[in-house]
T-cell receptor, first 112, second 113 residues
Framework: GNSVTQMEGPVTLSEEAFLTINCTYT??????LFWYVQYPGEGLQLLLK?????DKGSNKGFEATYRKETTSFHLEKGSVQVSDSAVYFC???????????FGAGTRLAVHP | GAVVSQHPSWVICKSGTSVKIECRSL??????MFWYRQFPKQSLMLMAT?????????EQGVEKDKFLINHASLTLSTLTVTSAHPEDSSFYIC?????????FGPGTRLTVL
């Protein structure tokens, strides 16, 4: 079945450091891939997405590239801010249906 | 953008009682809504898919008689936790689809004493 595996957290970084959160997936067919962010006390928000191989999703300085050959969708940001502290979820949908399968989530803490 | 609301945002109840959680799409019609639960520091686990006017489809391992879902209109789905027990304490989140986009509600924290 479909599944998402992402690196365990927490990830603790200093402000302006480079961020990578790894995400790999297993899916039948051609999934769409997503990164969602959950800020403290808030609901999930879509951060970025990619719908086909080699697509790059980007938003707010974050980016992720859909790599079919490595079944990965790693999240990166060149310079994190304290305001980026949140939990990040990698997710996929497959089969043209909006049923999201989530990874376990990775908590990011950015310190000044 | 599209907004999904949940009510209540938190609820505390006694063991054995039933709790109803509402999920509304405020400015769009949602043919499909999803219900998730999230345990502390864990991921979201899909519980069921709710289509307007039809019975919900439950994920494996989710008791449909315990978690009653009603999707009576294109803007409202309800989840009722029947005879709640402490192990049902969790964060319940709904999402609603508009075309290919998915929008999440802010979640409802249920605590069963």
């Amino acid at each position: 079945g479909n599944s998402v595996t992402q690196m365990e957290g927490p990830v603790t970084l200093s402000e302006e450091a480079f961020l990578t959160i790894n995400c790999t997936y297993t899916a039948t067919g051609y999934p769409s891939l997503f990164w969602y962010v959950q800020y403290p006390g808030e609901g999930l928000q879509l951060l970025l997405k990619a719908t086909k191989a080699d697509d790059k999703g980007s938003n707010k300085g974050f980016e992720a590239t859909y790599r079919k050959e490595t079944t990965s969708f790693h999240l990166e940001k060149g310079s994190v801010q304290v305001s980026d502290s949140a939990v990040y979820f990698c997710a996929l949908t497959s089969g043209g249906y909006n049923k999201l399968i989530f990874g376990a989530g990775t908590r990011l803490a950015v310190h000044p | 953008g599209a907004v999904v609301s949940q009510h209540p945002s938190w609820v505390i109840c006694k063991s054995g009682t039933s709790v109803k959680i509402e999920c509304r799409s405020l400015d769009f019609q949602a043919t499909t809504m999803f219900w998730y639960r999230q345990f502390p520091k864990q991921s979201l686990m899909l519980m069921a898919t709710s289509n307007e006017g039809s019975k919900a489809t439950y994920e494996q391992g989710v008791e449909k008689d315990k978690f009653l879902i009603n999707h009576a209109s294109l803007t409202l789905s309800t989840l009722t936790v029947t005879s709640a027990h402490p192990e049902d304490s969790s964060f319940y989140i709904c999402s609603a689809t508009a075309g290919s986009e998915v929008y999440f509600g802010p979640g409802t924290r249920l605590t069963v004493l």
